[in-house]
């Protein structure tokens, strides 16, 4: 499908929960934003609405949260939308906490690549912002590395906090994964980002790669001897709407056309009913009312957290 703005819509966002077991500092905000588990879209729910996208042309989808991993039905999940047959790029994102004993369930499910957040390699500075222990992050990581094909790590830098990256670099050095910054976005946490040049300036051996998938916000680095690379993704200072093609849906049933906008539409009663007609017309509507651009250089500051919106 195509928006008002000439761009094509292709791509599903979908957060299975608002709940998780990390309060990244950056992410969630103590109050607000609360997700209550009945009100949690079901997995009948989710495959449902993936296969009304999927009729519409949505071919790359994307399993975020909160954490998806706690939803004790993540594999009926991922199995129902592989079993759709259409979804090229079945994708999900982790916190990684439970992620070691499920690597190997969720590829057999049809799950092809993984995120993994990981915002430091030092243990005490990974607790102070996420509240969680790090060993069992880095467990999962190394099993998703023996399991699939293609793992990214997702790292937002603070400044005063994990500024220093080295032993991320020193990650994408000895292993084929793709390390990437991704710039604070204002979506209701608290802290001062680190910016791409900030990152690039220390470390002067890394060289742009050219190519890659057009749509893709990163902008990837490698160097010599290196096994992965370095990605930067910089929503706010070098905005990438002109070439978004995403949709999101919250936990809750709403679509959420762009990140950076407040604007939701409601389609929680359709997606329970299972009534693909209304559901396709409220897809059209919210892919109509994407904004043009998102809203990061104003003073937006999300209503609800990054956390119960789904990243
Ligand atoms: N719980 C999962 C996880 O930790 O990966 C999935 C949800 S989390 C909201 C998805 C991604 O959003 C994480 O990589 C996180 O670092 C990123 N994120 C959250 N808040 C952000 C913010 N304010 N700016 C930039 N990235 C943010």
Redesign the pocket.
């Known amino acids: 499908m195509v928006d008002s703005f000439g761009r094509k819509i292709d791509y599903l966002r979908m957060?299975l929960t608002g709940r998780?077991q990390?309060r990244?500092t950056?992410?969630?905000r103590e109050s607000g934003g609360k997700c209550v588990k009945d009100s949690e879209l079901s997995a009948e729910d989710f495959i449902f609405t993936a296969s009304v996208f999927a009729s519409l042309g949505f071919r790359k989808i994307r399993l975020?949260?909160?954490?998806?991993l706690l939803r004790r039905d993540i594999l009926q999940i991922i199995k129902g939308i592989s079993e759709t047959g259409v979804y090229e790029d079945t994708a999900l994102?982790?916190?990684?906490l439970e992620l070691a004993k499920l690597c190997l369930p969720m590829k057999e499910a049809g799950l092809k690549r993984i995120?993994?957040?990981l915002?430091s390699t030092d243990p005490e500075i990974y607790k102070k912002i996420t509240g969680a222990d790090l060993a069992p992050v880095l467990e999962g990581l190394y099993k998703a590395i023996e399991v699939f094909d293609k793992v990214k790590i997702?790292?937002?830098l603070l400044k005063n906090i994990n500024s220093n990256p080295d032993g991320l670099f020193k990650i994408a050095e000895n292993y084929p994964v793709t390390v990437r910054f991704?710039?604070?976005?204002?979506?209701?946490?608290k802290?001062r980002?680190v910016t791409a040049d900030e990152i690039l300036a220390r470390y002067p051996e890394l060289r742009p790669l050219q190519g890659g998938d057009e749509h893709s916000p990163e902008r990837l680095y490698t160097a010599v001897g290196y096994k992965g690379k370095i990605g930067f993704i910089s929503?706010v200072s070098r905005s990438f709407c002109s070439g978004c093609n995403r949709m999101r849906l919250t936990w809750d049933g709403k679509l959420r056309p762009c990140l950076g906008d407040e604007l939701e539409i409601d389609a929680a009663e359709a997606i329970i009913k299972k009534d693909s007609e209304a559901l396709t017309s409220l897809i059209e509507k919210a892919i109509e009312m994407k904004p043009e651009k998102n809203s990061f250089g104003t003073d937006f500051n999300a209503v609800r957290?990054?956390?119960a919106?789904?990243?």
């Open positions: 957060s998780c990390q990244c950056y992410c969630a975020t949260g909160g954490e998806p994102t982790t916190n990684g995120n993994i957040s915002d997702n790292a937002v991704i710039e604070l976005m204002p979506m209701g946490g802290g980002g929503p957290p990054m956390n919106i789904g990243g």
